[in-house]
């Protein structure tokens, strides 16, 4: 009896752990079910899509105003025939308009665009390469207000008022004219053959830039800026260039005659000039202040770390 009575509490062990393995078991698969049931859906919601196209062409006059933006996207701005505007979108990955939406509008000669992408996307599967891009044809004398949340933007010549602006990406323009404002959050911005009043920044990037200027003003929070003003550039009366950098040199090219009231001072590195200047008060190693050429407008270039070099073009 006491050997019978010993083996009773194995018998209920056995029985137990039987119980525990088939739950276990069963809670295994509910878990790879479910799991296989988010892949399916996340799955179909990552699966790419053919690239997609949408167009529009618009009737203006001769010297219309476009505004393109777009949250998430490259920007590409192209010269076209007089009188119209033609705007395409084209996607990689995305659908329009089941994820990319876009909205347009004219009044007159005024054009707006809009292009707002997916707030989210699965990339699962495959390479995960999805992408917004925007080309618009506009006639080369238009004005401009072109703006991305995330991309880059590139200009070819136009001649009008200019503002293009992106949150992460570079800029780059060539042959613009007219009043040019540029700015990006994160990217470096690069001009050339411009022609007119530039003001460019970025937070975080080199500036090259390359142009007649009637008013120049560049600012970086970190990075280069390399700046050729050509013949004919000038500081207007009453009016001023400022070139700024929290951290990095500055290269200045000007004209050999070019005239100007001068203001240098970097916070760790050398000057150097090409120029006659007429110092006003103390000079040092990290400040000037005087008068090229006999002097002219204000001309103020200042890095918080790094050299100057203001030379002859």
Known sequence: MLTSCSRQPSFKLEADSEIKNRKHRTSRAATATRLLCIAAVALAAASPASAEQWNKKYTVGGHPSL???????NISIVPGPAGEIQADVQTDGYSIP????????????????DVKGPSMHFHLFGNGHNSVAITVHVPPDSDLDVSSGDGNVISQPINGN??????????????????????????????????????????DGRVQVRGR????????????????????????????????TGDGRVNLKLPSDFTADLSVHTGDGHISLDFPVTVAGSMSGSSIHGKMNGGGGQLTVTSGDGSIHIEKL
């Open 67 to 73: 505004h393109v933006g777009t949250d998430d996207g």
């Open 98 to 113: 089941g994820d990319v939406h876009v909205s347009e509008s004219q009044v007159g000669d005024a054009v707006r665009l």
């Open 162 to 203: 200019i503002r293009i602006t992106t949150g992460d990406g570079n800029i780059t323009v060539t042959g613009l004219k007219g009043v040019v404002k540029l700015h990006t959050g994160d990217g470096n911005v690069q001009g050339s053959d411009l022609d007119g009043t530039l003001a460019a920044d970025t937070g």
């Open 213 to 244: 200027f009637d008013s120049l003003n560049l600012k970086s929070g970190d990075g280069t800026i390399d700046a050729d003003a050509t013949p004919g550039s000038k500081i207007p009366a009453g009016g001023g260039w400022t070139l700024h």
